[in-house]
């Protein structure tokens, strides 16, 4: 996989002219006292380096003439690694990690200046450890006090993230095979909470054991998952999972796997009883004819909007037919009277984040277009909240339609041959929910 790092390195320093990039590790972060969440690396560190550690620092400097990638580790430490487990160590990491320098990450302040003066612009996101920030601050501003003796050095800074965005846009094949990993136990896990998923069953059984086999397969979760029924499904991030399931519920479950930190995507909306009533088959077959709708968007060349826009127009279209909505369909989605049923949006990039880097407008405000290699969530849904209050100009909704939440989510990936709906594995006709 080495190989693999060093040509995304390259391609992304072959962006950055003669500046200076510095990317840091995620740090640890509390959940209690001294007790301490499950590590989980920073996307763009990982994506350049592989490195799954914290306390450390990546330096990529294509102006210098020996070091172009350097590396601040945290040191070999027998007692620290006897409390908090194994570290590579700077000996061990320029071998294991193809860096042509490492230091202890303890030699930061007097190594990284030598890095930063021979380019023309400093490459950093600001992000939550203020104490970096202020370091890094600091050492700009002294090199930039210095120009005027020197004529060099970085004279302005730029968001080191945005570099990235149109790399990481583009899913590459060692990329598109972690990701279908993390779909193929994704879909296992969906198609078996079907199976066990009955009236009496509380919401969390079944997260337990979509959990599971998330894990069995040496991964985990992409998310906090989602497993809602009845009404909880009308709340777009509910995650709680507490409640009893009820004949006649709708189980919503939004719940993806991760394999090496790569994710997928997945809801799906079933009645827990086996049989939907006559209004929640209505809405299930609304929102699955706005999916394929919105799916079929999704082609290289076509705007980021275009999939949304063929969600919005067939729901839109179908809830004034049903007359939860009433007016012209046009007037009604300029209006965006649509979101009192169907307020977010109909997807995101995947990857490496869930909701995965991507600029989605140009400069001149129009939307980017899809490129093979994308790969997107497609996930449109209905919404009527049980205590829906109608907004100006709109009727009330009847109490048969309330409390239903329905979402069905896929994750496709941008062919030139046309979209690839990945998660296909897991049904979603109307027989195949009810069987």
Request: charged share 25%; hydrophobic share 40%.
């Amino acid at each position: 996989m080495q190989t693999v790092y060093q040509q995304r390195r390259q391609d992304l320093m072959a962006l950055m002219g003669e500046g200076t990039a510095v990317f840091a590790s995620a740090p640890m972060a509390v959940m209690h006292n001294d007790v301490e969440y499950n590590f989980r690396q920073d996307s763009d560190f990982y994506y350049l380096t592989g490195f799954d550690e914290p306390g450390a620092i990546a330096v990529l400097a294509p102006h210098h003439e020996e070091h172009r990638f350097v590396l601040f580790v945290r040191p070999k430490d027998k007692d620290k690694e006897i409390w908090s487990g194994r570290r590579l160590g700077v000996e061990a990491a320029k071998a294991a990690l193809g860096a042509d320098e490492v230091f202890s990450i303890e030699e930061l302040d007097a190594k990284l200046p030598d890095y930063l003066k021979g380019g023309d612009r400093l490459f950093y996101h600001f992000g939550h450890d203020a104490a970096l920030n202020g370091k890094i601050l600091r050492h700009w501003q002294r090199l930039l006090a210095s120009y005027v003796k020197r004529g060099t050095g970085p004279t302005a800074i730029a968001d080191a993230r945005l570099l990235l965005q149109s790399l990481r846009r583009v899913k590459r094949p060692e990329e598109i095979d972690l990701i279908r990993q993390a779909v193929a136990v994704s879909v296992k896990a969906h198609n078996y909470a079907r199976e066990i998923a009955q009236p009496g069953r509380y919401e969390y059984e079944i997260q337990a054991e979509m959990e599971h086999l998330f894990k069995l397969a040496g991964g985990g979760t992409a998310y906090p998952s989602i497993v809602a029924s009845g009404d909880n499904a009308c709340i777009l991030h509910y995650v709680e999972n507490n409640r009893q399931m009820q004949a006649g519920d709708l189980l919503l479950i939004d719940a993806g796997g991760c394999i090496d930190y790569y994710n997928a995507d997945i809801t799906r909306t079933f009645p827990v009883a086996g049989k939907f009533s006559a209004e929640q088959r209505i809405l299930y077959e609304l929102v699955l004819e706005a999916q394929l709708n919105a799916i079929a968007e999704v082609q290289p060349g076509k705007p980021f909007n275009a999939f949304h826009d063929a969600a919005v127009r067939t729901i839109t279209a179908g809830l004034v037919e049903l007359g939860l909505l009433v007016g012209d369909v046009d007037t009604l989605i300029e209006e965006k009277k649509h979101k009192a049923f169907f307020m977010h949006g109909t997807g995101h990039f995947l990857g490496l984040d869930v909701h995965d880097t991507g600029v989605l407008r140009n400069a001149d405000k129009t939307w980017k277009p899809f490129a093979a290699g994308n790969v997107v969530t497609v996930e449109p849904g209905i919404y009527v909240m049980p205590d829906y209050e109608p907004v100006e100009g709109q009727p009330a909704v009847d109490d048969r339609w309330r409390g239903i939440g329905i979402r069905i989510e896929d994750d496709v990936l941008v062919t030139d041959a046309g979209p690839e709906v990945l998660t296909a594995g897991v049904p979603k006709s109307v027989a195949a929910m009810e069987a």
